[in-house]
Protein backbone atom coordinates (compact mmCIF):
# COMPACT_ATOMS: atom_id res chain seq x y z
CA UNK A 1 0.00 0.00 0.00
CA UNK A 2 1.28 3.65 -0.82
CA UNK A 3 -0.81 6.08 1.33
CA UNK A 4 -3.35 3.97 2.13
CA UNK A 5 -5.37 2.74 4.43
CA UNK A 6 -5.14 -0.68 7.20
CA UNK A 7 -8.28 -1.61 8.95
CA UNK A 8 -7.39 -4.09 11.48
CA UNK A 9 -10.79 -5.62 12.64
CA UNK A 10 -13.30 -8.13 12.48
CA UNK A 11 -15.46 -10.16 9.44
CA UNK A 12 -18.42 -11.24 10.06
CA UNK A 13 -21.70 -13.11 8.51
CA UNK A 14 -24.63 -11.14 9.41
CA UNK A 15 -27.95 -12.90 9.32
CA UNK A 16 -29.95 -9.97 8.37
CA UNK A 17 -34.10 -10.34 9.54
CA UNK A 18 -36.49 -7.46 8.31
CA UNK A 19 -39.75 -7.94 10.13
CA UNK A 20 -42.18 -4.89 9.60
CA UNK A 21 -44.41 -5.96 11.99
CA UNK A 22 -43.40 -6.57 15.96
CA UNK A 23 -41.76 -9.75 16.85
CA UNK A 24 -44.33 -12.29 18.07
CA UNK A 25 -43.23 -14.72 21.10
CA UNK A 26 -43.37 -17.84 20.47
CA UNK A 27 -44.58 -18.18 17.08
CA UNK A 28 -43.79 -17.14 13.61
CA UNK A 29 -43.14 -13.28 12.50
CA UNK A 30 -42.77 -12.40 8.91
CA UNK A 31 -39.62 -11.38 8.01
CA UNK A 32 -37.25 -11.00 4.93
CA UNK A 33 -34.08 -12.70 5.74
CA UNK A 34 -30.68 -12.35 4.14
CA UNK A 35 -27.27 -13.68 4.49
CA UNK A 36 -24.38 -11.28 3.63
CA UNK A 37 -21.01 -10.40 4.28
CA UNK A 38 -20.42 -7.72 7.40
CA UNK A 39 -18.17 -7.04 9.96
CA UNK A 40 -17.82 -3.49 11.33
CA UNK A 41 -13.89 -3.07 10.57
CA UNK A 42 -14.82 -4.91 6.91
CA UNK A 43 -17.54 -2.64 6.03
CA UNK A 44 -15.65 0.45 7.30
CA UNK A 45 -12.48 -0.30 4.47
CA UNK A 46 -15.20 -1.17 1.69
CA UNK A 47 -16.82 2.11 2.06
CA UNK A 48 -13.47 3.75 2.21
CA UNK A 49 -12.55 1.98 -1.16
CA UNK A 50 -16.41 2.91 -2.12
CA UNK A 51 -15.94 6.40 -1.40
CA UNK A 52 -12.64 6.39 -3.71
CA UNK A 53 -9.51 5.38 -1.56
CA UNK A 54 -7.22 3.59 -3.85
CA UNK A 55 -5.45 1.50 -1.49
CA UNK A 56 -7.38 -0.60 1.43
CA UNK A 57 -5.79 -3.05 3.03
CA UNK A 58 -7.94 -5.30 5.68
CA UNK A 59 -6.32 -7.84 8.47
CA UNK A 60 -9.07 -10.23 10.49
CA UNK A 61 -9.67 -13.45 10.83
CA UNK A 62 -12.33 -15.89 10.32
CA UNK A 63 -13.46 -19.89 10.42
CA UNK A 64 -12.58 -21.56 7.23
CA UNK A 65 -16.16 -22.61 6.06
CA UNK A 66 -16.61 -18.99 4.79
CA UNK A 67 -12.97 -17.82 4.14
CA UNK A 68 -13.88 -17.93 0.24
CA UNK A 69 -16.69 -16.37 0.28
CA UNK A 70 -15.31 -13.44 2.56
CA UNK A 71 -12.19 -12.81 0.66
CA UNK A 72 -13.87 -12.71 -2.68
CA UNK A 73 -16.67 -10.28 -1.43
CA UNK A 74 -13.98 -7.86 0.30
CA UNK A 75 -11.74 -8.09 -3.35
CA UNK A 76 -14.97 -7.03 -5.34
CA UNK A 77 -15.66 -4.15 -3.42
CA UNK A 78 -11.60 -3.20 -4.09
CA UNK A 79 -10.34 -4.29 -0.44
CA UNK A 80 -6.80 -6.55 -0.19
CA UNK A 81 -7.60 -8.91 2.67
CA UNK A 82 -5.28 -10.21 5.09
CA UNK A 83 -7.74 -12.83 6.19
CA UNK A 84 -6.32 -15.34 8.67
CA UNK A 85 -7.68 -18.76 8.95
CA UNK A 86 -8.82 -19.68 12.35
CA UNK A 87 -8.09 -23.64 12.65
CA UNK A 88 -11.15 -23.98 15.23
CA UNK A 89 -13.44 -21.07 15.78
CA UNK A 90 -16.00 -20.47 12.69
CA UNK A 91 -16.19 -17.12 11.31
CA UNK A 92 -18.16 -14.54 13.86
CA UNK A 93 -21.88 -14.25 12.93
CA UNK A 94 -24.39 -11.84 14.25
CA UNK A 95 -28.25 -12.12 13.57
CA UNK A 96 -29.28 -8.42 12.85
CA UNK A 97 -32.98 -7.74 13.75
CA UNK A 98 -34.26 -5.11 11.99
CA UNK A 99 -37.82 -3.42 12.84
CA UNK A 100 -40.40 -1.70 10.94
CA UNK A 101 -38.33 1.85 12.01
CA UNK A 102 -35.32 0.48 10.48
CA UNK A 103 -33.48 0.56 14.03
CA UNK A 104 -31.74 -2.93 14.61
CA UNK A 105 -30.65 -5.18 17.58
CA UNK A 106 -27.81 -7.68 17.36
CA UNK A 107 -27.65 -11.25 18.69
CA UNK A 108 -23.36 -11.52 17.86
CA UNK A 109 -21.59 -14.71 18.13
CA UNK A 110 -17.59 -13.42 18.08
CA UNK A 111 -16.47 -16.67 17.02
CA UNK A 112 -12.87 -15.93 14.88
CA UNK A 113 -12.97 -12.58 15.37
CA UNK A 114 -11.58 -12.18 19.00
CA UNK A 115 -8.93 -15.08 18.37
CA UNK A 116 -7.13 -12.30 16.08
CA UNK A 117 -3.50 -12.62 17.96
CA UNK A 118 -0.44 -10.58 18.31
CA UNK A 119 1.14 -13.35 16.06
CA UNK A 120 -1.12 -12.60 13.57
CA UNK A 121 0.04 -8.86 13.35
CA UNK A 122 3.73 -7.72 11.95
CA UNK A 123 4.38 -4.46 11.61
CA UNK A 124 6.01 -4.71 7.98
CA UNK A 125 1.94 -4.27 7.35
CA UNK A 126 2.30 -0.49 7.83
CA UNK A 127 4.60 -0.36 5.04
CA UNK A 128 3.57 2.78 3.04
CA UNK A 129 0.10 2.78 4.73
CA UNK A 130 -0.75 6.19 5.94
CA UNK A 131 -3.44 5.70 8.39
CA UNK A 132 -4.19 2.54 10.83
CA UNK A 133 -8.04 2.14 11.57
CA UNK A 134 -8.89 0.18 14.29
CA UNK A 135 -12.64 -2.00 14.97
CA UNK A 136 -13.49 -1.36 18.57
CA UNK A 137 -14.61 -5.13 18.82
CA UNK A 138 -11.27 -6.27 18.94
CA UNK A 139 -11.08 -4.73 22.44
CA UNK A 140 -13.47 -6.96 23.89
CA UNK A 141 -11.54 -10.09 23.83
CA UNK A 142 -8.31 -10.56 25.72
CA UNK A 143 -6.20 -12.49 22.82
CA UNK A 144 -7.72 -9.61 20.15
CA UNK A 145 -6.84 -6.81 22.15
CA UNK A 146 -3.59 -7.82 22.91
CA UNK A 147 -3.50 -7.39 18.88
CA UNK A 148 -4.62 -4.43 18.71
CA UNK A 149 -2.76 -2.90 21.22
CA UNK A 150 0.67 -4.19 19.20
CA UNK A 151 -0.52 -2.68 16.02
CA UNK A 152 -1.14 0.46 18.25
CA UNK A 153 2.33 0.21 19.32
CA UNK A 154 3.44 -0.71 15.66
CA UNK A 155 1.76 2.81 14.47
CA UNK A 156 3.44 4.67 17.22
CA UNK A 157 7.19 3.47 16.58
CA UNK A 158 6.35 4.50 12.77
CA UNK A 159 4.41 7.89 13.13
CA UNK A 160 1.54 6.52 11.77
CA UNK A 161 -2.14 7.85 12.60
CA UNK A 162 -4.29 5.75 14.64
CA UNK A 163 -8.59 6.13 14.73
CA UNK A 164 -10.73 3.84 16.70
CA UNK A 165 -14.08 2.86 16.42
CA UNK A 166 -16.01 2.11 19.64
CA UNK A 167 -18.60 -0.21 18.01
CA UNK A 168 -20.62 -1.63 20.91
CA UNK A 169 -22.18 0.49 24.10
CA UNK A 170 -23.01 -2.83 25.32
CA UNK A 171 -19.39 -4.16 24.94
CA UNK A 172 -18.21 -1.54 26.40
CA UNK A 173 -20.81 -1.84 29.24
CA UNK A 174 -19.24 -5.31 29.89
CA UNK A 175 -15.34 -4.36 29.50
CA UNK A 176 -15.55 -0.99 31.70
CA UNK A 177 -15.41 2.90 29.71
CA UNK A 178 -11.63 3.57 31.94
CA UNK A 179 -9.88 0.14 30.55
CA UNK A 180 -10.93 0.83 26.67
CA UNK A 181 -9.86 4.38 26.99
CA UNK A 182 -6.50 3.32 28.57
CA UNK A 183 -6.20 0.75 25.63
CA UNK A 184 -6.80 3.14 22.90
CA UNK A 185 -4.56 5.66 24.66
CA UNK A 186 -2.27 6.45 21.81
CA UNK A 187 -4.82 6.46 19.12
CA UNK A 188 -4.93 10.03 17.27
CA UNK A 189 -9.39 9.80 16.60
CA UNK A 190 -12.21 7.85 18.13
CA UNK A 191 -15.43 7.71 16.33
CA UNK A 192 -18.26 6.69 18.65
CA UNK A 193 -21.62 7.36 18.14
CA UNK A 194 -23.69 8.67 20.77
CA UNK A 195 -24.63 6.35 23.41
CA UNK A 196 -21.32 4.96 23.15
CA UNK A 197 -19.45 8.30 24.00
CA UNK A 198 -21.55 9.13 26.83
CA UNK A 199 -20.50 5.67 28.28
CA UNK A 200 -17.09 6.63 27.72
CA UNK A 201 -17.57 9.89 29.23
CA UNK A 202 -19.05 8.69 32.54
CA UNK A 203 -22.41 10.89 31.65
CA UNK A 204 -26.00 9.85 31.85
CA UNK A 205 -27.84 8.05 28.67
CA UNK A 206 -29.82 11.12 28.10
CA UNK A 207 -26.31 13.26 28.23
CA UNK A 208 -25.81 16.21 26.06
CA UNK A 209 -23.81 14.10 23.21
CA UNK A 210 -21.51 17.10 22.32
CA UNK A 211 -20.70 17.62 26.48
CA UNK A 212 -19.68 13.93 26.08
CA UNK A 213 -17.94 14.75 22.74
CA UNK A 214 -16.02 17.58 24.61
CA UNK A 215 -14.95 15.82 27.09
CA UNK A 216 -13.64 12.30 25.66
CA UNK A 217 -11.50 14.72 23.27
CA UNK A 218 -9.23 15.95 26.59
CA UNK A 219 -8.42 11.73 26.58
CA UNK A 220 -8.25 11.79 22.62
CA UNK A 221 -7.34 14.58 20.47
CA UNK A 222 -10.13 14.34 18.24
CA UNK A 223 -13.60 13.13 18.44
CA UNK A 224 -15.90 12.66 15.97
CA UNK A 225 -19.66 11.55 17.10
CA UNK A 226 -22.29 10.20 14.95
CA UNK A 227 -25.82 10.99 15.72
CA UNK A 228 -27.86 8.91 13.17
CA UNK A 229 -30.26 11.25 10.94
CA UNK A 230 -29.08 14.10 13.21
CA UNK A 231 -25.58 14.03 11.54
CA UNK A 232 -22.00 14.38 13.48
CA UNK A 233 -20.23 16.69 15.85
CA UNK A 234 -16.38 17.20 16.14
CA UNK A 235 -14.89 17.99 19.24
CA UNK A 236 -11.33 18.68 20.44
CA UNK A 237 -9.09 19.85 22.97
CA UNK A 238 -12.33 19.74 24.97
CA UNK A 239 -14.91 21.95 22.56
CA UNK A 240 -16.83 20.92 19.57
CA UNK A 241 -15.67 22.92 16.91
CA UNK A 242 -18.36 21.34 14.19
CA UNK A 243 -21.72 20.41 13.79
CA UNK A 244 -22.69 18.76 10.87
CA UNK A 245 -26.36 17.98 9.78
CA UNK A 246 -27.65 14.99 8.27
CA UNK A 247 -28.42 13.91 4.95
CA UNK A 248 -32.12 12.43 4.05
CA UNK A 249 -32.54 9.41 3.44
CA UNK A 250 -35.06 6.50 3.70
CA UNK A 251 -33.84 4.23 6.10
CA UNK A 252 -34.34 0.30 5.17
CA UNK A 253 -31.86 -0.84 7.71
CA UNK A 254 -29.21 1.28 9.65
CA UNK A 255 -26.91 -2.03 10.46
CA UNK A 256 -23.32 -0.75 9.43
CA UNK A 257 -24.58 2.82 9.09
CA UNK A 258 -21.77 3.98 11.58
CA UNK A 259 -19.20 1.82 9.51
CA UNK A 260 -20.12 3.34 6.14
CA UNK A 261 -19.62 7.29 8.26
CA UNK A 262 -15.94 5.67 9.00
CA UNK A 263 -14.94 4.35 5.62
CA UNK A 264 -16.38 7.92 4.51
CA UNK A 265 -14.32 9.53 6.61
CA UNK A 266 -11.18 7.99 6.45
CA UNK A 267 -11.30 8.13 2.59
CA UNK A 268 -12.60 12.00 2.82
CA UNK A 269 -9.38 12.88 4.74
CA UNK A 270 -6.95 10.51 3.51
CA UNK A 271 -7.76 12.45 0.46
CA UNK A 272 -6.70 15.62 1.83
CA UNK A 273 -10.45 17.23 3.34
CA UNK A 274 -10.66 18.85 6.52
CA UNK A 275 -12.16 17.33 9.61
CA UNK A 276 -15.71 19.19 9.08
CA UNK A 277 -15.67 18.16 5.55
CA UNK A 278 -14.37 14.56 6.14
CA UNK A 279 -17.40 14.20 8.76
CA UNK A 280 -20.11 15.29 5.99
CA UNK A 281 -18.65 12.62 3.56
CA UNK A 282 -18.73 10.71 6.65
CA UNK A 283 -22.96 11.06 6.81
CA UNK A 284 -23.41 11.15 3.08
CA UNK A 285 -22.07 7.40 3.21
CA UNK A 286 -24.12 6.47 6.13
CA UNK A 287 -27.56 7.88 4.34
CA UNK A 288 -26.60 5.63 1.48
CA UNK A 289 -26.12 2.30 3.57
CA UNK A 290 -29.34 2.99 5.82
CA UNK A 291 -31.11 2.55 2.14
CA UNK A 292 -30.08 -0.88 1.61
CA UNK A 293 -29.81 -4.32 3.86
CA UNK A 294 -26.57 -5.01 5.26
CA UNK A 295 -23.53 -3.07 5.97
CA UNK A 296 -21.68 -2.53 2.62
CA UNK A 297 -21.68 -0.67 -0.45
CA UNK A 298 -23.64 -1.79 -3.41
Known amino acids: MSGGLLVVGDVVTDVVAVHPEPLAPATDTPARIRTLPGGAGANAACWAAHEGLAEVGLLARVGAESAAWHERALA ?39 CLSPADWAPELLDGVAHLHLSGYLFFGDTSRAAAVAALGSA ?55 LAAAELSRRVPLVVVTLGAAGALVAEAGEVTARVPGRPARALDTTGAGDAFTGGFL ?31 G
Do not use: Y
Open 76 to 114: EAGVRARLVVDPAEPTATVVSLVDGAAERTFLTDSGAAL
Open 156 to 210: RARGVPVSVDPASAGFLSGLGAERFLDAVGDAGVLLPNADEARLLAGLAPDADAG
Open 267 to 297: AARLGGAGVADAARAGCRAGAAAVGRLGGRP
